[in-house]
């Protein structure tokens, strides 16, 4: 079997469960596997590991672990499993919000440890790709915006058109090897102190 070479962080205080997991990712060839048996500055210890994959398995996830999740979430952007004993659907929320990736109730055998892996790594890449694409339309829609009140302060000075004013911040954001949106924030906050200084 091909030796893989993701590394992988098993969470779990209870050793005969942390074994099961480990034991299904050894048997499907990833041999890159670090174990924690607490949640004691969890954010810290995974910030300096740096894994590619969390796998934690606990009995009923608390606020607390929950919370900890959510923080390495949002500074180590990492495809996250969790395994639960049972649950409830408040729960499930609060674990996607978080950054879980996987959440698997009563699922902790053996065999189903690499499909789950798989599963847990493309949702990841998944919602990763649809935050971008969410983050590049917002970022967009705010550039536009920018434009739009820039235009309408160059054709109240100026006294020209919207289809000038608009060539205007284009040949400028050209000629200066810059964006349109970066030029027309540099309009507005012009404008805004001409304004302050009258």
Do not use: C
């Amino acid at each position: 079997m091909v030796e893989k070479t993701l590394k992988i962080l098993i969470i779990d205080e209870n050793p005969v469960r942390a074994a099961i997991l480990e034991a299904g990712l050894i048997e499907n060839g990833y041999r890159n596997i670090t174990k924690f048996e607490d949640y004691y500055d969890l954010q810290a210890k995974i910030f300096a590991l740096d894994p590619e994959v969390i796998l934690i398995d606990i009995e009923n996830p608390n606020r607390d672990v929950l919370e900890q999740l959510f923080n390495v979430s949002r500074t180590v952007k990492r495809p996250i499993a969790m395994f639960v004993d049972h649950s409830d659907s408040a729960m499930i929320q609060a674990s996607v919000d978080a950054g879980v990736s996987a959440y698997i109730v009563d699922g902790l055998q053996q065999q189903r440890i690499k499909p789950i892996l798989d599963m847990t790594i493309s949702r990841f890449h998944a919602f990763t790709r649809m935050q971008n694409e969410l983050d590049h339309a917002k970022s967009a829609l705010e550039d536009r915006k920018v434009i739009d009140k820039a235009k309408g302060i160059l054709m109240k000075q100026k006294t020209i058109d919207e289809a000038e004013a608009y060539s205007l911040i284009r040949k400028t954001a050209m000629n200066k090897e810059r964006k349109m949106a970066d030029i027309a924030r540099s309009i507005i906050t012009a404008a805004e102190l001409l304004d302050g200084a009258l």
